[in-house]
């Protein structure tokens, strides 16, 4: 499956911004999609995944402002971003995996191209 994020932009402190990962190849329900992002400087971290029964879950540092939802029919898959921090600054990426331990970063092999994600003062 190949993905594509988009949606990335300058977003001031407060607001909010909605990324989509589109899929193309295979459908995308037979995966579950997790969102990573790598700010400056940082390493690469998984901060939300939905498995393949749309059921989400997220890291800590985004819960409660952050939604991870998918729309089957569209073979996409959104994360919501509200209330956006400076510290949310990152390129972020999605991607894919069958791997029922899809909180492991290393169970994932189907990635997209990032979307850079700027949030300033």
């Known amino acids: 499956v190949q993905l594509q994020a988009s949606g990335g932009g300058l977003v001031q402190a407060g607001g909010s911004l909605r990324l989509s990962c589109a899929a193309s190849?295979?459908?995308?329900?037979?995966?579950?999609i997790g969102w990573f992002r790598q700010g400056p400087g940082k390493e690469r971290e998984l901060i939300a995944v939905?498995?393949?029964?749309?059921?989400?879950s997220y890291t800590d540092s985004v819960k409660g402002r952050f939604t991870i939802s998918r729309e089957n029919a569209k073979n996409t898959v959104y994360l919501q971003m509200n209330s956006l921090k400076l510290e949310d600054t990152a390129v972020y990426y999605c991607?894919?995996?069958?791997?029922?331990?899809?909180?492991?970063?290393?169970?994932?092999?189907?990635w997209g191209q990032g979307t850079q994600v700027t949030v300033s003062s």
């Open positions: 991607a894919a995996t069958i791997n029922v331990q899809y909180w492991r970063p290393s169970n994932y092999g189907q």
């Open positions: 190849g295979r459908t995308l329900r037979n995966y579950h």
């Open positions: 939905i498995n393949r029964s749309s059921s989400p």
